[in-house]
């Protein structure tokens, strides 16, 4: 009796099957809710990462034309807010260094003094989010690769999108402000003749007390430099990266000049004037 039970439970093949499918199908619905949940999480980090990258392209903007504005009044000061959840702000000492070279006429030149800069750099980590190694957009409309932009309206900042890996301070997707040069010209008549004026601008930036309390960038002018040679033919203006700059991997292959060194050609007797502001920088310090 007892082995003819045994036997029918053992045809029963029914008997275990609503369990096992329901522990089975339950199992499968809370796995694909995990891979649900974790590409979902994966998508809106992506986003509002993609998201922050943009809105901070004008904040850098912004950033370069607040550079122009307190770069030639000594005392100024003005503060931009950014706002970045997964961003870092960081201002590079000393990276760049501009050369510049004077013609009196004789067809050589003297070299007449050379200046720093540094930069400023909006970060994203591109594990949060990535442009691809290589990538490079220059968003400054006006701006060209040119390190001297001629003209009142030019501007004296370079704002570009890079992603350049490896660096040495990590891998990022990039926005930079990078100084340029203004180049402005005029003539003056008089009864004797006329005489041309060039006038050339470099903002440079340095680095003040970094205190990261706020998600902030304060511009200070601290001082204008004006340097005035006459009889000037042809000025040669040279850009290089510092050797702190150049182990960093800010090279000239991060910020992709037209060329490194350019001549401008006046006419003879011009009278040439440099002006070079000084602008401290302080992140998170309003």
Request: hydrophobic residues 40%; proline residues 2%; charged residues 15%.
């Amino acid at each position: 009796m007892q082995t003819a039970q045994i036997q029918s439970f053992r045809r029963d093949k029914r008997a275990l099957s609503p369990a096992i499918s329901t522990v089975i199908m339950t199992s499968a619905v809370v796995v694909m809710i995990l891979v649900a949940m974790s590409f979902a999480n994966t998508m809106i980090d992506s986003r509002l990462a993609e998201n922050e990258f943009s809105a901070n392209k004008q904040f850098m903007l912004t950033t370069a034309l607040q550079i122009d504005d307190v770069a030639w009044t000594i005392g100024r000061t003005q503060t931009v807010r950014y706002s970045s959840s997964v961003g870092n702000m960081r201002s590079e000492n000393a990276t760049l260094r501009y050369t510049f070279e004077v013609d009196y006429g004789t067809g050589s030149f003297d070299t007449l003094f050379a200046q720093e800069t540094g930069i400023i750099l909006f970060n994203i980590p591109v594990s949060s989010y990535s442009l691809g190694n290589g990538y490079f957009q220059r968003i400054s409309t006006s701006a060209n690769g040119s390190i001297i932009q001629a003209g009142a309206s030019a501007p004296v900042n370079d704002v570009f999108c890079i992603e350049k890996l490896p660096m040495t301070d990590g891998s990022y997707a990039r926005i930079v402000v990078a100084p340029k040069i203004r180049l402005l010209h005029s003539t003056i008549g008089s009864p004797l003749g006329s005489t041309n004026y060039e006038r050339f601008y470099l903002p440079t930036l340095i680095n003040g007390r970094h205190l990261y309390q706020s998600q902030s960038i304060t511009l200070s002018g601290e001082g204008v430099t004006k340097i005035i040679e006459s009889g000037v033919s042809r000025v040669r203006v040279t850009v290089t990266s510092t050797l702190n700059g150049e182990a960093a991997g800010f090279d000239s292959n991060f910020f992709k000049f037209d060329q490194t060194s350019e001549t401008i050609i006046f006419g003879n007797n011009s009278v040439v004037e440099f002006y070079i502001g000084k602008v401290l920088v302080k992140i998170g310090q309003a």
